[in-house]
């Protein structure tokens, strides 16, 4: 069966955009199945870096196509900033970019309200790209899908439809101006046009993709533990970067995926607030965070660094049904002397058995560590696996049993040719 899932492992930033695209390669189509322009998926060839927000990662390699599920949802201003740059760089779009005709929209009200939750509710520091919102309306049934651009009357009346309630919401509760309804209306009633040539029920052309045995890939968005279920809940998205979120955000079946891959960094970032066990707020954490150039892909924020927590990947890999992994970043380790794993957590001088899933528990845990010696040599210009320093593949070997996943890919380099494949 020809789908293989690619998922974020951790908080998300794994490098899903390089690993896509190094994959695209040998494959027929890259589907986005979640998520919205809060991803920043970076993909870097020769000397050139390019951030993909809603366009899948394989746009890079003229014989794929590209596909934005059904799960995802997409600011149209956004999408069309993104085209308009591909465009620029005289990348190929038409006829290889498919819009689910089914996408949920994140309209200016989304935005607006997802900046002003932040300021006055629990701060989950959200990209302010207006997902949450946007999914709340999925989900109250008064969404406005990608489809009813193509139908103006109908697009007017549920847009306006649903100013007027935001407006209620804005002025009661967050005693905040209106917004302006027929100049939200007149920006977005030509959407359509630009938009046309891409809509189409991606679903149906999925499934037959899989008739003709075409070989896919769901491209995950954020990461595993920032899963609305799953995840370290409140602060997490508001979708499902899980694998089991590929097929129903792609509409293709659980059966015709045979393998998932987890893509996982060696050491743990993340950005937004949440508790984060194996963080380090010091030297070190700045170390990794300069050395590793963790900055967000969308919206610059400094991300919080900390070691490999081998913990929180087992339960990864458990509910994403991790078949193997693509290790990245061990070049960022480089030149520490000595890297710590977390091999488990303590409560109360107590270890735990399994990764606990309740916020209290979590915020409460003590990281168990153990220390390696690093291996103090560079690793970026190496093009077999079997070159790579020993401690560098002590190291690979520590991460492969404590997380019972096969590695498959390290990537010592954010660039395509910076990959060893096993
Ligand atoms: P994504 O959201 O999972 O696609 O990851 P991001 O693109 O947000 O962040 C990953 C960052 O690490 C990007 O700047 C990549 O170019 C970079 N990167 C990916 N793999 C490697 C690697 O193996 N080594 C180094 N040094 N950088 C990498
Ligand atoms: P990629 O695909 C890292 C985080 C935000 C915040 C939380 C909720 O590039 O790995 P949201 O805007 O989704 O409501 O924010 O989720 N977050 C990400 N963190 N990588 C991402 O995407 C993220 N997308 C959202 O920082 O903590
Ligand atoms: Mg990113």
Redesign the pocket.
């Given at each position: 069966m020809p789908v293989k899932i690619i998922v974020?492992a951790q908080w998300?930033?794994?490098?899903?955009?390089?690993?896509?695209d190094h994959l695209s390669e040998s494959v027929d189509i890259v589907a986005r199945y979640q998520g919205g322009a809060n991803?920043?998926?970076?993909?870097?060839i020769g000397d050139k870096?390019y951030?993909l927000h809603l366009i899948p990662?394989g746009i890079f390699h003229p014989k794929v196509t590209c596909v934005i599920g059904n799960g995802v949802v997409i600011d149209p201003i956004a999408l069309m900033d993104e085209i308009r740059q591909l465009q620029s760089l005289n990348i190929n779009i038409t006829g290889r970019l498919l819009i689910s005709h089914n996408a949920h929209l994140i309209m200016p009200y989304h935005k607006l309200l997802d900046s002003i939750r932040e300021k006055t509710s629990e701060k989950i520091g959200t990209t302010g790209r207006g997902i949450g919102p946007a999914y709340i309306d999925k989900f109250m049934r008064v969404g406005i899908k990608i489809v009813d651009l193509l139908d103006r009357d109908t697009f007017v009346s549920k847009l306006k439809r649903n100013i007027e309630e935001k407006n209620q919401i804005l002025k009661k509760i967050y005693d905040n101006p209106e917004l302006d309804i027929d100049s939200i209306v007149h920006e977005y009633e030509n959407f359509d046009k630009q938009i046309d040539e891409f809509i189409t029920d991606t679903s149906l052309f999925l499934n037959k993709a899989l008739k003709e045995n075409k070989q896919i890939l769901a491209e995950g968005?954020q990461?595993a533990l920032l899963d609305i279920d799953h995840g370290t809940y409140p602060f997490v998205t508001s979708s499902n970067p899980t694998s089991g979120g590929a097929c129903t955000g792609l509409g293709i079946p659980p059966t015709s995926v045979n393998s998932i891959l987890g893509?996982v960094?060696v050491y743990t970032t993340r950005v937004g607030n949440g508790p984060f066990p194996t963080e380090l707020e010091d030297e070190t954490g700045e170390q990794l965070r300069t050395?590793?150039?963790?900055f967000?892909?969308?919206t610059g924020r400094p991300r919080r660094c900390g070691w490999f927590d081998s913990a929180m990947l087992k339960y990864s890999a458990m509910i994403n049904g991790i078949t193997e992994i693509a290790v990245?970043?061990?070049?960022?380790l480089d030149t520490f002397k000595q890297i710590k794993v977390c091999t488990g957590y303590t409560i109360d001088g107590k270890p735990l058995k399994s990764y606990p899933t309740d916020l209290r528990t979590l915020e409460n845990v003590k990281p168990v560590y153990t220390v390696f010696d690093g291996w103090n040599s560079s690793t970026?210009n190496i093009k077999h696996f079997n070159e790579l320093p020993l401690n560098a593949k002590l190291y690979l070997d520590v991460i492969e049993e404590l997380t019972g996943s096969k590695i498959k890919m390290v990537?010592?380099?954010?660039r395509r040719d910076?990959?060893l494949i096993i």
């Open positions: 974020g998300g930033d794994e490098g899903k955009g390089k690993i896509v991803a920043g998926h970076t993909v870097v870096h951030v990662s968005a990461g893509v960094k050395i590793g150039g963790e967000g892909a969308t990245t970043k061990l070049d960022v970026k990537s010592v380099g954010a910076q990959t």
